[in-house]
């Protein structure tokens, strides 16, 4: 019997120096980072207040992976900057007798963003877009229902901007 359990704790530990670790693999480029400052989102679409919901999305989003803290400006490393670019809107069903009207939507919001450095904001450590969406019923009142969907989109849009900058995917 002693044998099993020997050869079962020596084949945990050569199992375990496969290169698996446990906890947040950040990207090669942002390994110092442990510190972020997130600025309010600017909003280039014509849905007021927008941005303040981008902002506090991608925060919340940031605050649930735990890979990086939430500081202010003056104690990060880093300092993230946004921009919601577009919500597009695009008809997933019609009206059986009326092709023209949407019965259902899909809306999916775009985020522009850079990561810059703290101490030098001319050193971009990452950018990109990230896209986010849901779905909505049309009801009787259309602008009602967009805005009801847009925090889930934003929300969305928020977690995988995080993941990208926890995980690099």
Excluded at 52 to 71: C, E, F, L, N, P
Aim: with cysteine.
């Amino acid at each position: 019997m002693k044998p099993i359990l020997l050869l079962s704790l020596l084949s945990t530990f050569l199992v375990s120096c496969a290169g698996y670790h446990v906890g947040p693999s950040k990207p090669p480029s942002l390994k110092k980072v442990n510190t972020i400052s997130v600025s309010v989102f600017a909003n280039d679409t014509l849905h007021p207040r927008v941005g303040a919901m981008a902002t506090s999305a991608v925060t919340s989003a940031m605050t649930q992976d735990g890979t990086y803290r939430i500081v202010s400006a003056e104690q990060a490393d880093a300092v993230l900057e946004g921009t919601v670019r577009r919500i597009d809107y695009q008809r997933i069903r019609s009206s059986r007798f009326d092709t023209l009207r949407p019965q259902e939507l899909d809306n999916t919001v775009i985020l522009a963003w850079v990561l810059r450095d703290a101490k030098n904001s001319t050193k971009v450590l990452a950018s990109g877009t990230s896209r986010g969406s849901s779905q909505l019923f049309v009801d009787s009142n259309l602008q009602l229902a967009r805005q009801a969907a847009l925090p889930e989109a934003t929300e969305r849009a928020g977690q995988a901007l995080v993941s990208t900058l926890a995980n690099g995917y």
